[in-house]
Antibody
């Protein structure tokens, strides 16, 4: 069974750094992109970016480029989302999800499964 | 435009049919995928590709598309289908985009 298990909730102060994790199991970690999605309180889903663990190639939404760092560790099959200086506006629920496909060479991709989400609260 | 647009909310009587729409230029080239999010839960994939349902998703869910519009239809809506539904699609560079979501209320 494919599973993505995220790290627990975090409460941080503005300006602090943070790295949250998404540990995967049940499939070949290096063969699939992993995505991160933000959901601010009471709001919709926002795609943040993707990482390909095989070579750590990363894509970022223009809205998040330069604001976060997405990384992956092949040795532990874990993806990460990192901030160097948090802001109150980073308060949100963050999900990781595997970008799935039927055919690796197909352009059709979807997110399945999803992690359970990590709540990040940034408050002074 | 690179946006995906959805109606904010729709309602359906128990057992009736509801169709949720998602519009955007990228849908002319790429199929939409659909996610169901119940309150307090992580999103769940309910439709992908031309009209494919993941294992465990009831066959009352179906997908279709025409030009720049994708549709998710629930035929015989059940109480447990009450949720927020988001469409998503990639573009040619592999970037994803979510629609703003449609809240489905089952009356």
């Amino acid at each position: 069974e494919v599973q993505l298990v995220q790290s627990g909730a975090e409460v941080k102060k503005p300006g602090e750094s943070l790295k949250i994790s998404c540990k995967t199991s049940g499939y070949s970690f290096t063969n699939y992109w992993i995505g991160w999605v933000r959901q601010m309180p009471g709001k919709g889903l926002e795609w943040m970016g993707l990482i390909y663990p095989r070579d750590s190639a990363a894509k970022y939404s223009p809205s998040f480029q330069g604001q976060v760092i997405i990384s992956a560790d092949k040795s532990t099959s874990t993806a990460y989302l990192q901030w160097t200086s948090l802001k109150a506006s980073d308060t949100a629920l963050y999900y990781c999800a595997r970008e799935a496909y039927d055919d690796f060479w197909s352009a059709q991709r979807w997110f399945d499964p999803w992690g359970q989400g990590t709540l990040v609260i940034v408050s002074s | 435009s690179s946006e995906l647009t959805q109606d904010p909310a729709v309602s359906v009587a128990l057992g009736q049919t509801v169709r949720i729409t998602c519009q955007g230029d990228r849908l002319r080239s790429y199929y939409a995928t659909w996610y169901q999010q119940r309150p307090g839960q992580a999103p769940v994939l309910v439709m992908y590709g031309e009209n494919s349902r993941p294992s465990g998703i009831p066959d009352r869910f179906s997908g279709s598309s025409s030009r720049n519009t994708a549709y998710l239809t629930i035929t015989g809506a059940q109480a447990e289908d009450e949720a927020e539904y988001y469409c998503n699609s990639r573009d040619s560079s592999g970037d994803h985009l979510f629609g703003p979501g449609t809240k489905v209320t089952v009356l």
